[in-house]
T-cell receptor
Framework: NAGVTQTPKFRVLKTGQSMTLLCAQDMNHEYMYWYRQDPGMGLRLIHY???????AKGEVPDGYNVSRLKKQNFLLGLESAAPSQTSVYFC???????????FGQGTRLTVV | GQQVMQIPQYQHVQEGEDFTTYCNSSTTLSNIQWYKQRPGGHPVFLIQ?????EVKKQKRLTFQFGEAKKNSSLHITATQTTDVGTYFC???????????FGQGTTLQVKP
């Protein structure tokens, strides 16, 4: 049972480049989330999804897009990366709203 | 929008001392969860509180949920070096489904 898997684990981008972070969960969870973690800022919610085909904005959605075409996958896209998007990105999922969230191992992204 | 604030941001204690972190929400929460993140790791679920005034214990850890369901605390008795890490509270709004995290409290324990 792999749980929540994030791909890639590390990435360096040049300003203006685009990339997609993949989150995959094999627990048949309905809810999935993308967070970014910066020193002193905690975990800030970027976007989330309450089911296949649905997405919603979190606290800091600007500069990011997401898609949930399949229940098990939640993709986070950066269309034109900026240095301010240098961060550690975590994906999480849970069965439904009021249960334990399981986190992936994180993706460390550096934009130069 | 919903905000979850956590204090203090950092705490350094001597091994054996107690530790408390506090969490406050700007809105009433349907439940509150606590997570621990070890250095270099990812957040791991500790516990969930649902009822107003609820108190739960896990060995040396005591968790409380306020009567108004807008605040919570985590207390560790007699800290050990294995308690080192960042503790996050996370509140879920009853009408949006969002899971919003506090800024976290980083605990350092001196042996």
């Amino acid at each position: 049972n792999a749980g929540v898997t994030q791909t890639p684990k590390f990435r360096v981008l040049k300003t203006g480049q685009s990339m997609t972070l993949l989150c995959a969960q094999d627990m048949n969870h309905e809810y999935m989330y993308w967070y970014r973690q910066d020193p002193g800022m905690g975990l800030r919610l970027i976007h989330y999804s309450v089911g296949e085909g649905t997405t919603a904005k979190g606290e800091v959605p600007d500069g990011y897009n997401v898609s949930r075409l399949k229940k098990q996958n939640f993709l986070l896209g950066l269309e034109s990366a900026a240095p301010s998007q240098t961060s550690v990105y975590f994906c999480a999922s849970n069965i439904q709203g009021s249960t334990e969230a399981f986190f992936g191992q994180g993706t460390r992204l550096t934009v130069v | 929008g919903q905000q979850v604030m956590q204090i203090p941001q950092y705490q350094h204690v001597q091994e054996g001392e107690d530790f408390t972190t506090y969490c406050n929400s700007s809105t009433t929460l349907s439940n509150i969860q606590w997570y621990k993140q070890r250095p270099g790791g990812h957040p791991v679920f500790l516990i969930q509180l649902v009822k107003s005034g609820e108190v739960k214990k896990q060995k040396r850890l005591t968790f409380q949920f306020g009567e108004a369901k807008k605040n919570s605390s985590l207390h560790i008795t007699a800290t050990q070096t294995t308690d080192v890490g960042t503790y996050f509270c996370a509140g879920r709004s009853s009408n949006t489904g969002k899971l919003i995290f506090g800024q976290g409290t980083t605990l350092q324990v001196k042996p």
